[in-house]
């Protein structure tokens, strides 16, 4: 039976020292909850931190990542889909997330998020960018929340 | 010789009336400069408007489809490139555009100002939304354009 | 750290009884051997077969499917990445299989072993049809083998 | 009005002088008769020969590019559409052309035309590859046409 997997999408090479700490929490308290992680399998940012962090607690890590081979993929994920599509790959991010948690913005994240709403998928915003969380929650007043901290994220996961 | 080509992205079922003339005047401008008009493709909305728009000034209109085949196809459409990759099409928008004009606003637009942006293209904004604005602006302060008029939009791709 | 994935490839709707029979077998002892199943994650065919037959030996599934949601997934589908990109997700099969087992022959099933051959990867055929056959190994005579049983294809796996 | 495309597809690197003078034909043929030339857009083998054949004869040329920037591409492309989706191009390729006119072989070229049959779209072999012939007439008795001149290749997409 198909198990839930949590999307956690953030900054590769901009994330910040905050984004990189609540992504490790995220991806521990994902692995308690005994959900699969799902990011975007880079050695670097939020992806690598995520990745860690459900490693940490013996969880299951899903990397999509948007090259052919296991080049710059970080050592914590367990199941690498190569996909070599670049940022096309962002949709499978999204489609295969039974929610989205974006920690951290900028572009890419941006781009992910915007297609989780046109998904209409459950998008989680924990960062601390006011322009994104205004502009985010005017498309989608009903399904984009946002958190202060990777437990309140956790918990919108498990209530919404 | 590669030729211009011109990205015109926006709503499809949720543009508004104001969208609908600007994009159908984005057209009429972009065929008259000799570019080639790219859009989504299909028979509604920013799309269809901005295909009428250039073959009314007899332009040469690009569209990528979502879809296998012709069906909810533009009849404004010379070139149909199908892709049958749903949104993950919204990549080819980008990168085959030399610039990109984005006319109104939706998560499906957001997702390709995103990816537009991080791609470093530049991306003209033509529309009254102020939250994307302020986002978008904030994410590339240097690539992103704001205009409030269609020819504003031309002008702007010419010296750009 | 990434676990082994071995891919099970072959129709769907045109699977042969034997095929299914094989598909079943291939999927039980793949799961024998600690690797993960990729299939193309439906609920038909050679994907269906090899699915049920990994979980019946408690396997770990894995389905790359080609719609947006999931509908037309096999229940025996534990990790489910939807793709959304039809046929184009075909590529991601190939690319993110350690080995290619094509169990029986059809155009989507022919169409994965050239991308295989492509990608220099191993690629193992288990069918009757001498054609296809004859054509593969042409164009690879090194990376192409030909089994005639489910056991002969895991000892080439492990030896290969 | 979507105007008619003919995808030529054969090899790169591996184009033989053959293979390279049939697709300069082709390109010149194609032109001849007023319909888009459509190929995988690099500057190599039967891409780079059928585009410079069809510019040529003053025709339009499109090409699919795998990657992301024009680098590498052929100067006769009129019309570039960059997919960065690497091979996964290939399904655009097949979906975008009227008619699939194979010239040479290979794996790349192989996946394209087993795609185009799965597709149901007429696909028609030049070559001298007894193999690939055999192969693909017996995927598709009806679709798959044979042919051993360009001439007689465009009279068969004009009486198919």
Known sequence: MKKTIIGVMGPGETATSVDLENAYQLGQLIAKQGWI???????IGVMEAASQGA?????LTLGILPGATSLGMSEAVDIAIF?????ARNIINVLSSDVIIACGMGAGTASEIALGIKQQKTVILLN???????FFKS???DRVYIVETPTEAIETVIYC
């Open 37 to 43: 992680l799902l990011t975007g399998g880079r050695n």
């Open 55 to 59: 490693k940490s607690a013996e969880g």
């Open 83 to 87: 996909t070599n599509l670049g940022n």
């Open 128 to 134: 601390n960018n006011l322009e994104s969380q205004v």
């Open 139 to 141: 498309l989608s007043p």
